[in-house]
């Protein structure tokens, strides 16, 4: 077993756990960056450009943890986090003291507290830090990142954050995170439906979607989603750069979450059925801008 982590060096032990679409770029921006990375996904093929870079393959979130100072997350679903954390070869069972958890997966804000306090009883320190910012943010190492737990575990790993990220923000104790992220997506959500809408309005008004984005974008219309994905969708690119399935996923938790502390969110239950609907229509596995095809 490793003694106590000291955090002073770049000689730390990173281990980074699911390499989906954002995943890799986070990961290659860290071994650009210096760091010893130790990783493990489902899917090693997946792995290979990060192998090729310089990681560290390990065979099972068991290895990985008991070799790792700092362990990074990014799966798919609360069960995936659930099973990655707690299960038989779950990372919480392997840790040694002082190491520190970042989990940067949108899940349960109730399960990032569960985490937290798991990793306490470990003399442990527990993150949760989902992102945004897409493939985009990702490759350029430009993602929000939305933190919940101690200042000072924070302090600990925020040069970390810097290389992934540029707006960092500390919002609260542990779930903090999780429920900004979910305040993120309920933003996302409605805002999805009027590019969607804007787009289809313009072709049938005869007019070109791309001059009017010149247009709409630097105004009071103007979001992240209307700026990226818009051009996407009148370009009819539907390449993941968030899978629809996930955002879904995401919707979901925060519906749940949200009927959980009494708030109806109208505008959210809308969009969650606009996507299902898509998903029905086989675009599980297409990016979010996808839903262009509900309006055309």
């Known amino acids: 077993m490793k003694g106590e982590v000291n955090l002073n060096t770049k000689d730390m032990n ?16 860290l071994i650009q960056a210096g760091y010893n990375l130790s990783i493990y996904t489902r899917t090693k093929l997946k792995a290979e450009q990060l ?10 979130p068991a290895l990985l943890a008991q070799s790792s100072d700092i362990i990074i997350t990014m799966v798919g679903y609360p069960k995936d986090v659930e099973a990655i954390y707690f299960g038989k070869e779950g990372i919480l069972n392997y840790i040694s003291k002082g190491t520190y958890l970042i989990d940067m997966t949108t899940s349960k804000p109730s399960l990032a507290v ?7 009883e470990k003399d442990c320190h527990a993150l949760d830090a989902p992102v945004s910012g897409g493939d985009i ?17 924070f302090d600990k790993v925020f040069e970390l954050f810097q290389v992934m990220g540029e707006n960092i923000v500390l919002q609260g104790k542990a779930g903090a995170g999780q429920h900004t992220k979910l305040a993120n997506q309920i933003t996302i959500a409605s805002n999805m439906i009027g590019v969607c809408e804007a787009v289809a309005y313009t072709k049938k008004a005869g007019l070109d979607p791309m001059r009017v984005l ?3 974008t630097t105004g009071a219309a103007g979001s992240w989603s209307l700026s990226n994905l818009a051009p996407r ?23 749940e979450t949200a009927e ?17 609907e898509i998903e029905e229509k086989g675009e599980a596995d297409s990016g979010t801008q996808a839903l262009i095809k509900l309006f055309e």
């Open 14 to 29: 990173i281990g980074f756990i699911g390499i989906g679409v954002m995943g890799k770029s986070m990961a290659l921006n």
């Open 114 to 120: 569960k985490i937290a306090e798991e990793a306490r």
């Open 51 to 60: 192998l090729k870079a310089g990681a560290t393959w390990q065979d099972s």
């Open 214 to 216: 010149t247009s709409i």
């Open 137 to 153: 943010g990702a490759k350029n190492g430009k993602l929000a990142i939305m933190i919940g737990g101690e200042t000072e575990a």
């Open 260 to 276: 959980e502390i009494g708030l109806k969110t109208h505008g959210l239950k809308l969009s969650l059925q606009l996507y299902e």
């Open 233 to 255: 969708m009148i370009k009819e690119d539907y390449s993941p750069g968030f899978f629809v399935k996930h955002f879904i996923k995401d919707m979901k938790i925060a519906l």
